[in-house]
């Protein structure tokens, strides 16, 4: 079942976080009965996998200033249907960014978030289900700035709130600060 990996890293995340199971439920539904869950086709919503790419130090992250949504936000970007969102987070941070010499900081997903994709001109509004994982960079810092942002910037963590209100980017900040 191509479900399978995301459906236990799900499990994982859902004992680590017992405080988002409302969430982790939704997920858990939304990836069990959906086959075609990874793609974008799919109506209803689709899996999306996101990057909090970290500096060496730890102490910021690199977030775009995402042209279609005109917010502050993480790497990230729908899976086309690949089934490893954690894969997908690396390939998008890449081509958002440029960069390439990262590694994942942990294996397992570092937050999860469902938030819905208001309708465009040649798009229905649907949901998009994000899986987040961390990543650090572990050579240069330098970055490009893709077609798809109006720009990046390397945001000071413990300094989120003045650049954004979004709740899952404060929720990822606390929760990277205190890990």
């Known amino acids: 079942m191509h479900r399978k990996k995301l459906l236990d890293l799900l499990s994982t995340y859902h004992r680590e976080y017992p405080m988002e199971n409302a969430t982790t439920d939704q997920f858990i539904y939304f990836v069990s009965d959906h086959k075609d869950c990874f793609e974008r086709s799919f109506k209803k919503g689709h899996i999306t996998g996101s990057a909090w790419l970290v500096n060496k130090k ?7 200033h995402h042209k279609k ?15 490893d969102p954690q894969a997908v987070a690396f390939k998008e941070l890449c081509e958002e960014s440029g960069l390439r010499d990262v590694t994942p900081v942990w294996e397992q997903i570092f937050d999860l978030d469902i938030h819905l994709i208001p309708q465009r001109e040649n798009e229905e509004e649907h949901f998009h ?16 700035v893709s077609g798809e942002s109006h720009d990046l910037s390397w945001v000071k963590i413990s300094s989120m709130g003045s650049v954004t209100q979004e709740i899952s980017m404060l929720r990822m900040a606390r929760k990277w600060l205190n890990s």
Not at 58 to 64: C, I, K, Q, S, W
Not at 129 to 143: K, T
């Open 58 to 64: 730890g102490t910021h992250v690199l977030l775009t």
């Open 129 to 144: 289900y994000d899986v987040r994982f961390a990543f650090r960079v572990l050579g240069s810092e330098e970055y490009e």
């Open 69 to 83: 949504l005109n917010k502050w936000l993480q790497l990230g970007g729908h899976s086309d249907g690949n089934p």
